[in-house]
């Protein structure tokens, strides 16, 4: 065999490489993360212009309120003076009954008459909040396509868009399938969780799961036994997505459903007593942190060791 | 004269006091205010959707790097795959000479292939921050328009968006022309003047008005002196926009180009001493808030008042 030269080599190792990396790429697990992370990340900013548009079109219609940011957007770009007519205000926020006594409103508003220039900058601030709201519509149907084909299983058992951001938060399939169930439970709920191993406070129930109505809706003494079984669930169901890819989901969810009846038909836990609490609270306290529990350490030596005033 | 019934009285206040509201909003000053706060808001939007859009193109063609997020969301607009041509690249980035780079780039990369529903989602985004620049850009217009209307004076020595700014963060034109110098030059600096005020951190030089080149990219040991001229001098123009609506800003600008050239050519004063500072900084320091001083009250007590270990 002849040896093959030192470029030949560097080639082929690039070569493959390139491969590798393209390889890793092959899912399209990664494509479904950029759209959930772009779809929650929009969520927000779409909340911060209705928030906005709320205010400055308050100033020309100070008596109108709208509960839907769409309709909002909609009326904002048809009606910015008294020349609206009642149809096209029906058109906008698809409503008849609303739209006459909006349009009364708007007649005998104490408002702000506007000057054309407003009225324009208005109208591309309602319109740019407008185009958001369909963007995120047609995100979400991606995300429901894509969750559906690559999580069939964790998508029966929760929905489409928990099982994307469960999926989003562990960063891949694979880490996500291999977690364990109190993982899953709690991821989503990384603050409150550093929360509680560095002060102590409460430990969190349910993170990203809260979302789920059947979690978060549920009474409050049981709703973290409720993502508890659900998360023990969404493990198996992950774990089928990601290796067996057979669906499984309607057996589970037949167990889970059982499961879930027995907690709500069980009678909540006695609470655990004040001197039994202050024991757990103390032995889960990590040792390493004093420095940034505000002089808590200084004041534990303190009552430990009395001051001996007259020796 | 009749008495007027309860019932006509009731008419005329009530009629009296919208007229009330109406007048107060109007000014266009509060459509300005809008605007901009409109304007801020939707620029973090932006921002986070192209930091959004460069990881998610990221996973097609991790070659290519864009600075501009408009050159970004056309490209990814334009080409979603090996199909696109250079003219057409050429003419979303508008770059001729970039074009022929970013094709070849392209053609040869190692990024995920895109299916069609994908594409369609990473479009939808990408077209949603297209959008979203050009909105604001619009914004924009209506800024400069409305900034230079209201405050003819205060945009001459600054810029349009600084003055707009400074009225948004003030509430009403009557509050901005009506504030003291140095309240206008620590305002948007609200954070650190108060952080310095509790716990007695260095106190803040300069708020919205660091966005002012002039002031901003001067050296450091002059940009506090620089920008109290410009709060003094913006402070007497914003005055003149307020009550007598004259146009005094080229003689305003004349005497504040002087000082600032004075500032420029003065040496720094040399920095107080240790023991000094030490001493102002105690004086400044409030005596109420110990408790949220993080223990900094009992350290002290301590140092003050030894331990008696042997009696």
Known sequence: MPKETFEEMREKMLASAKQGIKSAYSS?????????????????????????LTEWYGIYFPEIRMTSPKSLASLAVIMTGKDADQARIADAIGDEGKAKSVYEKAMSTIGREMTDNERKALIRFA????????????????????????????????????????????????????MPASTVQLLGAEKALFKHIKFGSKPPKYGVLFKFPAIGSAGREMRGRIARAYATKLCTALK????????????L??????????????????????????????????????????????QGRDRQRPRRRFN
């Open 28 to 52: 399209e697990e990664y494509a479904l993360i950029q759209a959930m992370n772009a779809y929650l990340e929009t969520t927000k900013s779409m909340n911060l212009m209705y928030e906005r």
């Open 253 to 298: 969810k037949k167990t889970l459903d059982e499961t879930v009846e027995r907690i709500r038909a069980s009678p909540p836990k006695p609470k655990p007593q004040a001197g039994q609490q202050e024991r757990r609270f103390d032995r889960r306290r990590p040792q390493g942190h004093e420095g940034r529990q505000m002089g808590h350490g200084r």
């Open 240 to 251: 089928a997505d990601y290796f067996t890819k057979k669906f499984i989901a309607d057996q």
């Open 127 to 178: 319109e740019m909040t407008n185009d958001t709201i369909s963007a995120l519509e047609e995100l979400e149907v991606y995300i429901k396509y894509a969750a559906t084909k690559l999580m069939p299983n964790a998508t029966y058992l929760t929905d489409e868009k928990i099982a994307a951001e469960l999926l989003s938060k562990a960063g891949s399939l694979e880490r996500l399938a291999t």
